[in-house]
T-cell receptor, first 112, second 117 residues
Framework: EAQVTQNPRYLITVTGKKLTVTCSQN?????MSWYRQDPGLGLRQIYY???????DKGDVPEGYKVSRKEKRNFPLILESPSPNQTSLYFC???????????FGPGTRLTVL | AQKITQTQPGMFVQEKEAVTLDCTYD???????LFWYKQPSSGEMIFLIY??????QNATEGRYSLNFQKARKSANLVISASQLGDSAMYFC??????????????FGTGTRLQVTL
């Protein structure tokens, strides 16, 4: 089954404790993105990747890192999480150029 | 400048009626794509429909159709024969093809649709 998977689905952590949210897709898509969703703001892009070893900043990259060592995986790293990073996070992948983005199920992160 | 505007925070519609969710956009790129996604209370993002800027006809997918008015820069979603399961948040999104950010979707703030009996 074609899908984007994210882990964990739910995470509660404390300020400053490094964490990684994994994202994997099995559709051989070149493009992958991370979004955060906050009430009243819709989804905002954090980082995206056009291919292996090619990543770039989206609209809200501060406090986040990503890597793309393999085509299928695109982890999101929070080196020192803060409460303002409490949010619902989505990973997505797509082909180029006018194709839909397939979204993962979301990761709800709470930083205390 | 906000590129996608959804002016209706919430909408109500009776079951079996049609409803239009508004979306306007702003871009100087002549080549772009417009998307609508549905987010039910369970949280997942479900792709509904796509319209390319050069498509001559309005996109349709089952009960969903996109009323694309290019000159007015609007891409309204029309849901016909509403069902209770249509109750969800709906997001309009745009991808600009020639700006170098084609992998990015810019989202509106969403419209929450409630279908009533």
């Amino acid at each position: 089954e074609a899908q984007v998977t994210q882990n964990p689905r739910y995470l509660i952590t404390v300020t400053g404790k490094k964490l990684t949210v994994t994202c994997s897709q099995n559709m051989n898509h070149e493009y992958m993105s991370w979004y955060r969703q906050d009430p009243g703001l819709g989804l905002r892009q954090i980082y995206y990747s056009m291919n292996v070893e090619v990543t770039d900043k989206g609209d809200v990259p501060e406090g986040y890192k990503v890597s793309r060592k393999e085509k299928r995986n695109f982890p999101l790293i929070l080196e020192s999480p803060s409460p303002n990073q409490t949010s619902l996070y989505f990973c997505a992948s797509s082909l180029w150029p006018n194709n839909e983005q397939f979204f993962g199920p979301g990761t709800r992160l709470t930083v205390l | 400048a906000q590129k996608i505007t959804q002016t209706q925070p919430g909408m109500f519609v009776q079951e079996k009626e049609a409803v239009t969710l508004d979306c306007t956009y702003d871009t100087s790129d002549p080549s772009y794509g417009l998307f609508w996604y549905k987010q039910p209370s369970s949280g997942e993002m479900i792709f509904l429909i796509y319209q390319g800027s050069y498509d001559q006809q309005n996109a349709t997918e089952g009960r969903y159709s996109l009323n694309f008015q290019k000159a007015r820069k609007s891409a309204n979603l029309v849901i016909s024969a509403s069902q209770l399961g249509d109750s969800a948040m709906y997001f309009c999104a745009m991808r600009e093809i020639n700006t170098g950010t084609a992998s990015k979707l810019t989202f509106g703030t969403g419209t929450r649709l409630q279908v009533t009996l």
